[in-house]
């Protein structure tokens, strides 16, 4: 076959495979998928061009492009995934991403702003990342692009010959250039080791129209068996994590008390120390999460604003935890929480957390069982993802019984200024004690690991319970002062 | 009387005044009045120590204190209030700064970071945006810190003296204490020229007590006064823009068409400009803003797509606006554009706008009276912030007949894979087509300043409509390419 008629070829075989992209357009948006199209390769192989010609006929509303920045410095305020778990498209929508999370950390491995260790820790969570997306209903491509050493500098070179072109050509570009080989041993390492959940296919960015073929094929293909097959149901990936003893609800010993001179006393100490080390922790850069869940009149808004009271203003947020918007259901479940994280050196309390998706979410079947179940270990690598950052998680279960809790409702009930705070939804929910216990109980079983495990307050006594609190958060932020240097 | 019977007063004043606060709380809430405090004032005046007696008994859920970053290089790169118009309170939020719109300005001019003439437009934007938010529902309390030279000069030194807090004094502060006469002058002038919307406080920062207490006060009663109240209802403010004078709808000679030879010509030519100018608009930071409004089936969508062909994907985003959600209407209605605008040097394209306001708003009743007359102007002055900051904006009305409408609609109707694009609200709003003409014609009369025109595109012929909107768009930008520097 001459060149020529190649060249028809593919051009027939494109038009038709664009058709078939643009058709599909409709019934992604009715079946609500999401869809990412990882553009990873060479510098100067062509990944603009090659994203060019794949949106060129998609309606622009439903698309986008991102390239999210990789700021050295700012990066190290929030975890390694962060700007990738920040930018996942809602349902119906497609993200292209042109270069992402395989291009960072190649680069900053072998320019050594990661350890080895950093870098093998940066491989998991990037299964962890992507295993999460899939299961989560998204349809994720990657794509790799391809060139060979000669092609690329001979690309490389007729660019800076020319006065229009030239300043797209880095310095980051040239030295990859000159470090080929290197570049070509850790991109196919990295490729071999996340070829997991989604699958890497490598394009021969030498052969243009051939690539841009096999990317649309590709990307159609995925699309139409994920529309056929719908979300993705195998078995939940469970890892295990090493975890702390947990007892059982029943087993909590709620008496303890304490007097009041002794509270204030405690009280006191506590929250001077916990104003010097949020001092520490803004210098250092220490970044906080502190969780709140427990059972409703525990006691956990009286709870944290102890906690608050001793927090300079300007370094702290609260987050309270609703039921999520439009535009937060349209994603994954945790991207609501990933968007929420505080910067390095800032303490977020959650009030309420992701954990509502094995509680409430459970309970009221707003997911499904799957969905649930595959939280507990999703959840645990979010947090680890968090402690890895360099993140003090601390998560407290706010603790009474159901004697207490009757008391405090009652009692809000008949006072005026504090009706607002019982509706009809806490009745609701208090009839649905029992089965909250086993999902409480489950929580606690399966999510307490050693790097962010759990703490149950006994909060009987609201007194005892916040100096408990304080203790555990002042002991925590002790200790990670002590093991990092400023 | 003693100073000790003075202190105690104070004490107890003060305590009266928290509970005061405490119980607006929920008031506030059930009233959903979003609260904004500006704690301005001198370096070491004890502005960050006056907000946390501030907030030391309100729940952290509903409150928050931020000082928006002023990086000078990021902060040129969004217009001037762009950090403060995000950071806006929901309904029922208190939010607190620590130092704002003010001290960056006037920290800014001092240094000689903007002009004199841009600090003026500053001062004329800072009372825009105050307005907007008192005439949006928004309690607006401006306070600031004051001390004089020797008492600043006093706490440096005490500062600087001690190991623990010598790091919180910066150069800044010390250049401060050194040019307090200048930076007295300078935030004098500026109150006097802000002290419209929303009054200034000035407190006595060298009493701490008297200081706190006054905060108190002018906070709670501000918040008082509006619950009882209401929102505000004066008058709408008018400001006479410069405008381009606009025909009526009627009067619009909807039959100009193109044939398809003279449309495939030009619409190569032009897209190839555009390509080219899309690299300058990015090399030389020009951020830009296309605005599409038109009526159902004008062929908004295929001729954003004839624009970005041409575009970089990097570079663009299509902003597609539907109706707002609960946390989008929990603000002041522009809140969400100001979230969508582009960075320098990016092309964001509306489709559909912030026009909403005095079209389907307007007609549905989502707004009152008050509001969409008000609008005009607020939106005249958004726009003028737009193309201060150096922004492009083109608006675009497509524009199409009854008659042409409706054989589209039929055409979807009878077309399968364009049913999706007809709706129900389709027809509804083809219905209600003599009040919208009255909508349209006063917004186009209203609001076609001479920095930001609308302009009328006759689409009965898609194809003429293309070219007419790619031609405005290559010329803007040609124009604005050839008058920035690199």
Partial sequence: ?????????????????????????????????????????????????????????????????????????????????????????????????????????????????ITKDE???????????????????????????DIDRDEQARRMNALRDNYETEWRVTNEDMWQCKEYKLFRETYTEFMDKTDGAAKWHVLDGGDRRTAIRDAFKIIVSSIEEAIENGKYVGKPFEEDFPLKEMPLLKDVDLSPTIDDEEYKKELKKLQEKLKVLHNVVYRKRIPVVICYEGWDAAGKGGNIRRITKSLDPRGYDVKPIASPEPHELNRQYLWR?????????????????????????????????????RAYNEINEFERQLTDWGAVVIKFWIHIDQ????????????????????????????????????????????????NAPWHIIESNDKKYARIKTLKIVVDALEKACKNKKL
Same sequence: chains 1, 2.
């Fill in 1 to 113: 076959m001459s060149k020529k008629e190649n060249k028809d070829i593919l051009k027939s075989e494109i038009t038709e495979l664009k058709g078939k992209l643009l058709a599909l357009q409709q019934p992604l948006r009715a079946a609500k998928l999401p869809v990412i199209v990882l553009v990873e390769g060479w510098a100067s192989a062509g990944k603009g061009s090659l994203i060019r010609e794949l949106i060129s006929d998609i309606d622009p509303r439903f698309f986008n492009v991102v390239s999210p920045k990789i700021e050295p410095e700012e990066s190290r305020r929030y975890p390694a995934l962060y700007p990738y778990a920040l930018s996942i498209p809602e349902n119906g929508q497609i993200i292209f991403y042109d270069s992402g999370w395989m291009e960072e950390a190649v680069r900053k491995y072998i320019h050594r702003d």
């Fill in 119 to 145: 870098y093998k820790a940066r491989i998991r969570t990037v299964n962890e990342f992507e295993r999460q997306l899939r299961d989560g209903g998204y349809i994720l491509v990657k794509l790799f692009l």
């Fill in 337 to 373: 929480f990933w968007n929420r994280l505080p910067r390095s050196g800032h303490i977020a309390i959650f009030d309420r957390t992701w954990y509502g998706r094995v509680m409430v979410e459970r309970l009221e079947g707003f997911c499904s069982e799957l969905d649930w179940k």
């Fill in 403 to 450: 004697d207490t809790q009757l008391a405090r409702f009652t009692d809000r009930q008949n006072t005026p200024e504090k009706q607002w705070k019982l509706t009809d939804e806490d009745w609701r929910n208090r009839e649905k004690w029992p089965q909250y216990e086993i999902a409480v109980n489950d929580m606690l079983q399966k999510t307490s690991t050693k």
